[in-house]
């Protein structure tokens, strides 16, 4: 296992395309930590530096300690996962798996030890005499992650292994590659825009956006304690609803009031939110965090039911509030229609404000 320390590090291409502004990050020894963000962001040029494959432009990485910013790739002991596998078709999975491990001049005994432990740890036993091409994309997938461990690196690097996948496989990966992890023990940085994956996997996420990181937390900090519109908006399907609204001070809360509703706010931040009084904030409630109940007097809000989306388990319901689409998460059990009249509360500690002009939260 491994530890991984990012200090100040930056990546510029040309004179002017910054790719990642000034980067500190520890990474803790067995933990998984997920870099999560749109396509561009950064993530994987930060991925590629801790590998070597990337020259870093300023800062520095160290691997348990150790300063290896200027250090060759291949003698940094990192397995790497790929999202197009990167295994040698012309060799059966046997020998992908065998091959690091005579690099390392590895006695033949021990070679087949370590095969047989990680083929049974990501489940391709059967697999192992096969040729890559004869393998489903979860097979080959596994497969080049049982190459990984068996390498027995400080820490492995994977980006985007599961995105060449069709969904449900990529829901089954995610939970072997947990497992997997687990019984390694390996420290694991993934790369990811995906926040499905991200959250589902993550000991921790660190969102990044545009070459700085955002907010770094466990994945219910990130989802539960989002410290900007763009995490509120970015993390969560489906996405949270905002509205604009201002903020008029009382006694013991604050009224928030919007074209089409209006209530008062007694919750967390109140105090914060009253160093607001007679401005506009955005309000943020994420989908899952309104609730239909009975009777208007209970409501903030009491409107026509717009599409209603079944998923199963669970319904999306399209609602419009200032002539802007808003969606909320209902039971799938619950009777509901176009048209209907429903009215909306909210769960009052599960509600966001945030200042226009930062997009900070206020809390």
Excluded at 4 to 10: C, Q
Excluded at 155 to 166: C, Q, T, V
Excluded at 242 to 257: A, R
């Amino acid at each position: 296992m491994g530890t991984v320390k990012l200090v100040d590090l930056k990546k510029v291409y040309g004179k002017k395309t910054v790719a990642v502004h000034s980067c500190n990050l520890e990474i803790g020894e067995g933990e998984f930590l997920v870099l999560l963000g749109p396509s561009g962001c950064g993530k994987t040029t930060i991925m590629r530096m801790i590998a070597g494959l990337e020259e870093v432009t300023e800062g520095r990485v160290y691997l348990d300690g150790k300063d290896i910013t200027e250090l060759d790739p291949r003698f940094r002991n990192i397995g790497m996962v790929f999202q197009n596998y990167a295994m040698w078709p012309h060799m059966t999975i046997r020998e992908n798996i065998e091959f690091p491990l005579k690099l390392k001049k590895m006695p033949k005994a021990k070679r087949a030890e370590i095969i047989a432990k990680v083929a049974k740890m990501t489940a391709i036993e059967d697999y192992l005499d096969r040729y890559v091409s004869q393998l489903s994309g979860g097979q080959r997938q596994r497969a080049a992650v049982a190459r990984a461990v068996a390498y027995e690196p400080k820490i492995f690097l994977m980006d985007e292994p599961l995105s060449a996948l069709d969904a449900k496989l990529r829901e089954s990966m995610r939970t072997d590659l947990k497992e997997i992890q687990r019984a390694s023990g390996t420290t694991t940085v993934f790369v990811t825009h995906d926040q499905a994956e991200a959250l589902s996997l993550a000991d921790r996420i660190v969102v990044m956006k545009m070459g700085e990181i955002v907010q770094i937390g466990t994945p219910d900090e990130v989802y539960d304690d989002c410290n900007s519109v763009f995490i509120a908006d970015f993390i969560g399907t489906p996405p949270t609803n905002f509205f604009d609204v201002k903020i008029k001070e009382n006694d013991s809360s604050c009224e928030v009031v919007n074209d089409e509703f209006k209530f008062d706010y007694t919750g967390k931040g109140l105090s914060a939110l009253k160093a607001h009084d007679g401005k506009e904030v955005l309000l943020g409630i994420r989908p899952e965090n309104m609730v239909i109940v009975d009777d208007s007097k209970d409501a903030f809000i009491s409107i026509k039911c717009g599409l209603v989306e079944p998923q199963g388990a669970f319904k999306v319901v399209v609602i419009y509030i200032n002539n802007k689409k808003m969606k909320m998460v209902v039971e799938g059990d619950r009777k509901i229609k176009r048209d209907d009249l429903i009215h909306i509360a909210y769960k009052s500690d599960k509600i966001m404000f945030f200042d226009k002009e930062t997009e900070l939260r206020i809390k």
